[in-house]
């Protein structure tokens, strides 16, 4: 039951949150390579790893897509972290755990988890 | 909430369902179930995207990748190759030009070209999801009527925008809500006309698959302004899909309490009911459609009294069309003024047009009013399939008039239209090249009203009658001179003296091709001759074919 316009402005920020991925790509983009070796590494754990931390804390409105080989089969899983006005930082080796931690730090609190990265490129 | 890094949409209009959009849907399904994605990527039905000629049509978000003809055996790759592996499909991309793939929605001719008010959400939502309508700005438009406007403020606000009716007729919206809401009478109605029988004419089906809410807070802005509690939508038979969703939007407003009492916490009252027609053009008619709801036969009645005074059960009521039922929220929620920042001065917004015969692109566009034909059927439509001549677009349906090659200039307005003898009408635009023959299509047109023409008043039941014998005879080498001379007779007459515009408009598409196109009538009669060779019964072209008008 909508008895107000500020009760229908809640029910739309909700639904609006889970059009997110219909508007476009966002500010802050994730991307998971998905190659033949990214999967084999086991990158489908690290895409579900990532959707469920993003959904526990609210981020519909970071950007999720999936990526070919980049030729560094070796640090497969990789992951890329694209924040606005800041260069890409590539992850390798990432599994489930390493990825929530890279949601938490990295996507949220603004800090590059160092020790994982394998290259930064703006 | 469950977070999907993407979302396929499937449009699910009648015309990509009818091209198997439904088995690529269920294919989807299974395919994302069978690779593990089925928590990741969330598949949401949407209405008519408009590009019908290309459907199915599925466009995959974040990246809003458009792709086209999908078939049911292109799922399993376009998931593995898309979804899983973030590689574009390529051989299902969008294609202007052979060479040149387009990726993306934005990317499209046909799109770029477009203005969307009323298809605001079409093929962008999904049509059974209140929260997605609401996710969009939806029936906020109401909230604010009611909580915030004078019913005689709403009112105002439509006059001011300029609105005016969608079903064909041009009539001011804001105007005929004055008319009722000044009408003496406890009880009101409003009624959408969906009884959409113009043949080539398929947006108001589109509209309410693809956005039914749109319509029904339309219909509760009306019923506000002007004192009505109850609302009926009255709908083909036809329309199977477009029935079932809006009673699966009305069943959700409801619950949410944006039909039903005290709306808004406020003292307003108001429901919808959908009523199924049984399938007679005539029950577009306003009154012919007020007769068939009331469960009599579907024949027009005498106005004036006018439906705002003594329309539906004999009392006063607004009858819309569903296209204009759909500008009223966004007029509501943006103003007067800013609607008439599109269109044109005698006609502002915009309109929904459905392309359909010989142009290349197919489908459902809008565009604000005043555009050329020229920029419709060559810039959005992409021309004339096989290199072959425009030879005319027949504007508004059935009932409208048929606009040779030299008319292509002319804007698309109620006011433009009307002074080269046709009519915006319904939105249909028919498109033809120059195989077709003029007479042979003016025939089936004559056959058409003569079938449908209700019996009631005899200029319509004789006349419609007489317009088909006269054109069997021309088309089959029968006709003198002075049959074009009794054509004539009876369009006048029956533009006078026919009781509604069913008989009034059925010489339309006649006199206008008669005008336009004369020389192919006088081959037909005189020469005994068919230029495209299309009229069997007589002499097949001379060496070249005459061109007919083409450009």
């Known amino acids: ?122 | 909430m469950r977070f999907y890094r993407a979302h396929v949409l499937v449009c699910a209009g009648t015309n990509c369902s009818l091209k198997g959009s439904q088995a690529v849907r269920q294919r989807l399904l299974n395919e994302l179930e069978e690779v593990g994605l089925a928590d990741e990527v969330k598949v949401v039905e949407t209405g008519c995207f408009g590009l019908c000629e290309q459907g199915p049509t599925v466009v995959v978000y974040p990246e809003g990748v458009l792709y086209c003809r999908v078939t049911p055996d292109d799922v399993p790759e376009l998931v593995r190759e898309h979804l899983l592996k973030g590689r574009r499909l390529e051989r299902l991309l969008y294609r202007e030009e052979a060479e040149k793939a387009v990726q993306t929605v934005p990317q499209v001719d046909f799109f770029r070209g477009q203005q969307r008010i009323v298809l605001r959400n079409c093929g962008v939502i999904d049509p059974e999801s209140i929260e997605e309508y609401i996710a969009h700005g939806g029936y906020e438009a109401l909230g604010k009527a009611l909580t915030e406007m004078k019913p005689a403020e709403v009112v105002a606000e439509l006059k001011a925008s300029g609105l005016r009716g969608r079903g064909g007729a041009g009539f001011p919206t804001g105007l005929k809500w004055e008319f009722a809401a000044k009408a003496q009478g406890d009880v009101k109605y409003i009624v959408c006309n969906a009884d959409e029988g113009e043949p080539g004419t398929f947006k108001d089906r589109l509209i309410l698959e693809g956005d039914p809410h749109a319509v029904l807070e339309g219909m509760a802005i009306a019923g506000y302004a002007v004192g009505a509690r109850k609302g009926y939508i009255y709908i083909r038979g036809e329309y199977a899909l477009s029935i079932e969703r809006l009673e699966e939007a009305i069943k959700q407003a409801r619950k949410m309490n944006f039909l039903g009492d005290g709306v808004f916490g406020t003292e307003f009252a108001f429901d919808v009911e959908v009523r199924v027609g049984a399938g007679a053009y005539v029950c577009g008619e306003e009154t012919a459609l007020f007769e068939s709801l009331e469960g009599r036969r579907g024949e027009p009645r005498l106005k004036p009294p006018y439906p705002t005074e003594r329309g539906l059960f004999g009392k006063p009521t607004v009858i819309n069309n569903v296209e204009t039922l759909a500008n009223v929220a966004p007029i509501i929620l943006n103003g007067a003024e800013w609607y008439r920042g599109f269109g044109t001065e005698g006609s502002p917004g915009t309109k929904v047009f459905t392309l359909t015969g010989d142009i290349v692109s197919e489908g459902l566009i809008e565009v604000p009013m005043g555009i050329t034909l020229r920029e419709i059927v060559f810039g959005i439509g992409g021309g004339i399939p096989g290199g072959r001549a425009f030879k005319m677009a027949q504007t508004g349906g059935t009932s409208g008039g048929c606009l040779p090659a030299e008319l292509l200039d002319v804007p698309m307005d109620y006011d433009e239209l009307a002074k080269a003898g046709s009519a915006l009408g319904s939105g249909a635009l028919l498109i033809m090249d120059d195989t077709h023959c003029i007479v042979d299509i003016a025939r089936v047109f004559a056959r058409f009203f003569e079938h449908e023409s209700c019996g009631k008043c005899v200029p319509c039941r004789e006349g419609t009658m007489r317009i088909h014998d006269i054109m069997t005879r021309i088309a089959t080498g029968r006709a003198g001179e002075k049959d074009l001379d009794n054509l004539e007779a009876l369009a006048r007459t029956m533009t006078m003296a026919c009781l509604c515009p069913l008989g009034q408009a059925a010489p339309v598409p006649i006199m206008t091709t008669l005008k336009y196109f004369r020389e192919e009538y006088d081959a037909h009669i005189k020469e005994k001759r068919c230029p495209t060779g299309t009229c069997r019964d007589l002499a097949a072209p001379a060496a070249t074919p005459a061109a007919g008008k083409g450009v």
Do not use: F
């Open chain 1, 1 to 122: 039951m909508v008895k107000s316009l500020e009760e229908l402005a809640k029910i739309r920020e909700q639904a609006k949150k889970a059009l997110a991925a219909r508007e476009g790509e966002a500010e802050t983009k994730i991307v998971v390579g998905m190659g033949t070796c990214g999967i084999a590494a086991g990158a489908r754990e690290v895409m579900a790893a990532i959707l469920d931390e993003l959904a526990k804390r609210d981020l519909g409105t970071v950007t999720v897509t999936q990526t070919g080989c980049v030729g560094l089969c070796d640090k497969e899983p990789l992951v890329d972290v694209i924040k606005p006005g800041q260069p890409k930082v590539t992850y390798g080796r990432v599994d489930a755990e390493r990825a929530r931690r890279i949601v938490a730090q990295h996507v949220v609190n603004d800090q590059v988890v160092g020790e994982w990265v394998v290259g930064t490129s703006s």
